[in-house]
Each structure stands twice: as C-alpha cells, then as structure tokens.
C-alpha cells in the first residue's frame, strides 16, 4: 500500500517520546547524531564544553522544530557532569538514550616515549572518565525502568593500536571494553551498551588512503550506524563493537 510522506516521515520517528544524551554535540559526529535523533522525534540534551558549538547546533536543532536543552559542560568535570545528568532526568522525567560521544585526539601525534604525562592524562579524563561518570549517574533510573540505550563512541585505534596515538588507542580501547563489560551487568534489565568505532571520518578533511572505499566516512554515516543502535530495531543487540571505518586498509 502507498502512503503519503508525511505518512512516511511519522513512521520513521523512531524515537518519538524518548530523551537522549549526547555528549561533544557541537562539532562532528555529535552533532550528526544530535540532528539524526531530534529528528526522528527525540527530546535531546545536547553536551558540549564549547558554546559555540552548541550555538551552531542550536539554529540548526531550532530549524528542526526539535525539543532541546543545551548543556554547556566538560564531560572531564564529574561535578559538572552528574549535576547535568540530574537536571537532564529532571527535565524530562527519565534519559532513555546515552550517547557518549566527547572526544579528544588532535593535540599530538608523536611517539609514546616523547610525549608529557600531561596530555594522556587530560584524554583519559575526557575520553574515559567523562563516559564512566555520566554512564553511572543515568543508569539507576534505566535499571530502574528496565530500558536504556548506551553508545559509546570508541575507534578503530582502539581495536587495532595506531602508531603516534598510542595514548589515543588506549583510551579507546578502554571504552571498547567498558561497553562490553557493562553490557552484561545491564543484560538482565534488558538495557543495551554498545559501541561505535569509526575509522577515518572526514570531521577534519579526507583521507582516501585509509579505506578501500577510497574516501572518508562522513559524520551522518556514523549517527546513522549510533542511532540504529539506539533505536529498539536494534534491541538484541548489546555488548557489541560496531566499526565503521569503509573497509580500513592498513593495521
Ligand atoms: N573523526 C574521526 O575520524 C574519528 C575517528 C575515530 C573516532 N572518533 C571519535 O568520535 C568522537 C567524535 O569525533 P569527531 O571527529 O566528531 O570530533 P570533533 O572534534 O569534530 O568534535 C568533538 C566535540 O566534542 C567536544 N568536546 C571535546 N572535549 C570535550 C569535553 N571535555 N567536554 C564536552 N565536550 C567536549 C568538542 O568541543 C567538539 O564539539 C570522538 O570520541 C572521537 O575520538 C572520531
């Protein structure tokens, strides 16, 4: 049977009276999925520690008629953190989904013997501290009402090691086997934890040689792979990596 669009597009609300989190929103594949989801009908809670970044997505969340809040915070500051967290759960009564997508890795690319305890500690704080801390303060209320969604944004570096990142690698490599630990703490309340690892995603420029696809993923291409595990389609699920890196060429 033949249905108009707007038919379509209501069928397509996938998350239609659902609240999601998504951390590092203004720039990137935050911002992608931050979009991706409002559109398809959820009330989102946009994380961000730069205001111009969420000043941006603003315009864009507005020109969606979307429901938002906009959180400026540093995922790195488990104060700022849980408090946000809170207010989110407030506002809206539960968090049903969790991206946690914050990330650090431009500083700088050099060998691990050169580099200052300085900067893998500032990326552990953001990269894996900052998803520990806000997982712990939504999960009560998902365990609570046995649902949830929780995707958190790794990377290929963290399955396959990359030279120059070694710092990087590991963070990711941490959050990889975080989601699949908690995966199974969570199971019996039927609340998912799965992550995403992107290759090489054109946020800041291509790199063709990377991928036998011969280009870089986009922003969209990773929120549609993080909202499809958000979404209850995806509902059995859980403790899983999904990589989406265009068939990366080299380890
Ligand atoms: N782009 C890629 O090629 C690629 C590849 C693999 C993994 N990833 C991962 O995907 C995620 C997003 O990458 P991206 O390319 O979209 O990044 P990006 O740099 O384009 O955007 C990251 C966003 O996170 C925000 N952020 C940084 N530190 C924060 C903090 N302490 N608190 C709150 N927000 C903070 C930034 O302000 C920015 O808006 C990261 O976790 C990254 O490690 C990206």
């Known amino acids: 049977m033949l249905c108009s669009l707007n038919e379509q597009e209501e069928m397509n609300m996938r998350f239609d009276g659902k609240c999601a989190i998504v951390t590092g929103a203004g720039r990137g ?5 931050a979009l991706l989801l409002a ?7 946009a994380v961000d520690v ?18 938002y809040r906009l959180a ?33 890795y431009r500083d700088q690319l050099m060998p691990f013997v050169e580099q200052s305890s300085a900067l893998w500690r ?3 704080e953001i990269n894996v501290l900052g998803m520990m801390d806000l997982t712990q303060a939504v999960l009560p209320q998902m365990i609570e009402r046995r649902y949830g969604k929780i995707i958190n944004v790794a990377s290929v570096a963290g399955v396959y090691g990359l030279s120059n990142m070694v710092d990087y690698s590991a963070t990711k490599g941490a959050q990889i086997s975080f989601s699949l630990a908690l995966a199974k703490e969570v199971g019996p309340y039927e609340i998912n934890v799965n992550a995403v ?13 990377l991928s036998y696809f011969g280009r870089s993923g986009t922003a969209e291409e990773c929120a549609n792979v993080i909202a499809f595990l958000a979404s209850d389609e995806a509902h059995y699920v859980s403790g899983q990596n999904y990589v989406v890196d265009g068939c990366r060429k080299t380890l």
């Not at 111009?52 to 008629?65: D, I, V, Y």
């Not at 690892?197 to 040689?209: A, D, H, R, V």
């Open 72 to 104: 400026a915070c540093d995922v790195s500051d488990e104060r700022a953190v849980r408090m946000m967290a809170a207010e989110a759960i407030a506002c809206y009564g539960k968090v049903d989904i969790l991206v946690n997508n914050a990330g650090i």
């Open 29 to 33: 594949i935050g911002m992608a999925t």
């Open 39 to 45: 559109k398809e009908g959820a009330s989102v809670v």
């Open 122 to 124: 500032r990326k552990m």
């Open 197 to 209: 690892s992107p290759g090489n995603i054109n946020t800041y420029g291509e790199s063709p040689q």
């Open 50 to 67: 730069s205001e111009a970044g969420l000043a941006e997505l603003e315009a864009q969340l507005r020109a969606l008629h979307a429901d």
